[in-house]
Nanobody, 125 residues
Framework: QVTLVESGGGLVQAGGSLRLSCTGS????????MGWFRQAPGKEREFVAA?????????YADSVKGRFTVSRDSANKKIVWLQMNNLKPEDTAVYYC?????????????????WGQGTQVTVSS
């Protein structure tokens, strides 16, 4: 069993920054790629960013490219971050991290095996 815990959400003004973290745990948590997704009220969960198990490969949604950076702790691969800069009101959502039992990045949330509880990000205009 794998458990994911997110933290770092909050309220920020447009143009501001937040850093989300996701910590995984569990005896079987090995060679999992990780992804960040978000879900706004009344909308489907959408892909934001993903990082491979090694941390060497990343992938971003077009809407966040150049503003968000996903990274993985090189020493403890169970920790993943999402640095969010130049935030916009349309970035407001609950952000979830997910883990998938493969080394490479995946953008389809249906394929992920485990999810965190989510953390709220609110960007005011």
């Amino acid at each position: 069993q794998v458990t994911l815990v997110e933290s770092g959400g909050g309220l920020v003004q447009a143009g501001g920054s937040l850093r989300l973290s996701c910590t995984g745990s569990g005896r079987t948590f090995d060679r999992y790629a990780m992804g960040w997704f978000r879900q706004a009220p009344g909308k489907e969960r959408e892909f934001v960013a993903a990082v491979s198990w090694s941390g060497s490969s990343t992938y971003y949604a077009d809407s966040v490219k150049g503003r968000f950076t996903v990274s993985r702790d090189s020493a403890n691969k169970k920790i993943v971050w999402l640095q969010m800069n130049n935030l916009k009101p349309e970035d407001t959502a609950v952000y979830y991290c997910g883990a998938i039992r493969q080394s490479t990045t995946v953008v389809d949330y249906h394929e992920y095996h485990y999810w965190g509880q989510g953390t709220q990000v609110t960007v005011s205009s």
